[in-house]
Nanobody, 121 residues
Framework: QVQLVESGGGLVQAGGSLRLSCAAS????????MGWYRQAPGKQRELVAT???????NYADSVKGRFTISRDNAKNTVYLQMNSLKPGDTAVYYC???????????????WGQGTQVTVSS
């Protein structure tokens, strides 16, 4: 059983910052990619940022230059530093992790429960 537990969401004014964290726990060999997705009311879930096990990031165009994804492999944790937040960033943010076995084959894709980020104008 694998669990992803997110923290760090909240209410912030436009232009402010928040830092999200997501820690993976349970029984797994290793984590391949980790990432953050978000879903605003009435919209589909969309990619925000991902990061490989080697630390290579990938960002949605809408957050480039404002958000930074990072991870601590020793703690099985991924972070999302969000700066210059805009009302359009308001959404539930979900953590995602892809687990692999000793042969580096994907054995599961897991989601956190989500954390609300609200940016007021």
């Amino acid at each position: 059983q694998v669990q992803l537990v997110e923290s760090g969401g909240g209410l912030v004014q436009a232009g402010g910052s928040l830092r999200l964290s997501c820690a993976a726990s349970g029984s797994f060999f290793s984590i391949n990619s980790m990432g953050w997705y978000r879903q605003a009311p009435g919209k589909q879930r969309e990619l925000v940022a991902t990061i490989t096990s080697a630390g290579r990031p990938n960002y949605a165009d809408s957050v480039k230059g404002r958000f930074t994804i990072s991870r601590d492999n020793a703690k099985n944790t991924v972070y999302l530093q969000m700066n210059s937040l805009k009302p359009g960033d308001t959404a539930v943010y979900y953590c995602n992790a892809e687990m692999v076995n000793s042969l580096l084959l994907v054995v599961g894709n897991y989601w956190g429960q989500g954390t609300q980020v609200t940016v007021s104008s």
